[in-house]
């Protein structure tokens, strides 16, 4: 489904060239959930962002349902760290925002998927009158408006207190299972990475290539948080980076 070939990232031309991404390969089957974890600047959003068809690749192909990816497309959505949210737009506006920009869609709206997401009850209100998990929702909102089949995210809890993060964890699980999008997750958090990620890819420090990547059987349900598989993984993942 997503196919990344040999992909260099750089920012600059020439010998100011700053290297973000060396040489990453990845081949992500439909479907399928895949966690990106790694140390602070090393590369993550680079690779993502060069996923989503945002920021060209200096060498290598990234190809996603057997296209090449020289741009955003309608069937890849991106949920960004701070959720994007426009402060002047109500919470259906933003929702909307995704639909808006595609123009394919001129009937629909996200107020079925905000519905979903228990945010029906808040739809007319501004980001600032929301709580932060709520922001994070609705961005999730804007995402699934457009029925992608591929979900990159960006760190899209981070900051959050852990309740409210597994919380939104637990949905991202459920939402992967219902609407079985082919999902990529960017995370610093070892434990995101591990109740979410089917496969968890670590990355080097900057430029980013794959230093390990550990597989995650067991993951799925609710439940897998205190499993001992789930505390063997987080162990293999923190081993890891700490190599
Ligand atoms: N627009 C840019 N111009 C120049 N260098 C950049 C640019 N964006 C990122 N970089 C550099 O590329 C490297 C990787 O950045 P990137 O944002 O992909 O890392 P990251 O793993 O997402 O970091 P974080 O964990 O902080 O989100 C860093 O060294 C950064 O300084
Ligand atoms: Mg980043």
Known sequence: MISVRDVIVEYGRGTKAVRAVEDVSLDIDRGESLAL????????????????????????TIGIGGLPVNGPRKEIALILQNAGLLPWKTVLQNANLSLLLNKEYPEKTADAVLED???????NRFPS??????????????A????????LMDEPLASLDTLTKERIQD??????????????????DIEEAAFLGQRIVVLTECPAHIKTV?????????????????LNIVGQLREALEE
């Not at 993550?44 to 060209?56: D, P, V, Y």
């Not at 009158?129 to 804007?142: D, I, N, P, Q, W």
């Not at 067991?218 to 439940?223: E, F, I, K, P, R």
Request: charged share 15%.
């Open 171 to 188: 949905l991202f699980l459920e939402l992967w299972k219902q609407h079985q999008f082919t999902l990529v997750l960017v995370t610093h």
């Open 144 to 151: 699934l408006s457009t029925s992608p089949s591929v979900m």
């Open 117 to 123: 997401l228990g945010l029906g009850d808040v739809k």
């Open 129 to 142: 009158e929301l709580s932060e998990g709520m922001k994070r929702r609705v961005g999730v909102a804007r």
């Open 214 to 230: 550990v597989d995650n059987p067991d993951m799925g349900n609710l439940a897998y948080r205190g499993t001992e598989s789930f």
């Open 37 to 60: 974890i790694g140390p602070s600047g090393c590369g993550k959003t680079s690779l993502l962002f060069a996923m989503a068809g945002l920021h060209q690749t200096a060498s290598g």
